[in-house]
Nanobody, 125 residues
Framework: VQLQASGGGPVQAGGSLRLSCAAS????????MGWFRQAPGKAREFVAA????????DYTDSVKGRFTISRDTAKNTVYLQMNTLKPEDTAVYYC???????????????????WGQGTLVTVSS
């Protein structure tokens, strides 16, 4: 499975961006897709994930109420709508996918088999 992410860029604090991630195929019926991010000098951090089969979502606390993850199953694509962006959201955002994760593993980066190239989001104050 290949993942193609897009949509990053510079934005001012309070602004919005939408990231997209298209999977080349949906090999697994219960595929989970999501986003991690990594800021300079920091560890990779879980952002959000969604089940392609039933739309169940999970978010890290720092983005709840500001970010929304959604899916288009016909296109094997997930979106991350990011609103009210803050300078601390600045990071490289990575799209991820896996076909066998249980919900309790969604936040663990080592559990994902497929990673897209990163897309840089820069939020200026």
């Amino acid at each position: 499975v290949q993942l193609q992410a897009s949509g990053g860029g510079p934005v001012q604090a309070g602004g919005s961006l939408r990231l997209s991630c298209a999977a080349s195929e949906r090999t697994f019926r219960r595929m989970v897709m999501g986003w991690f991010r990594q800021a300079p000098g920091k560890a990779r951090e879980f952002v959000a994930a969604i089940s392609l089969s039933d739309g169940t979502t999970d978010y890290t606390d720092s983005v709840k109420g500001r970010f929304t993850i959604s899916r288009d199953t016909a296109k094997n694509t997930v979106y991350l709508q990011m609103n009210t962006l803050k300078p601390e959201d600045t990071a490289v955002y990575y799209c991820v996918a896996d076909g066998t994760l249980i919900r309790s593993s969604w936040r663990m980066p080592t559990q994902y088999d497929y990673w897209g190239q990163g897309t840089l989001v820069t939020v200026s104050s």
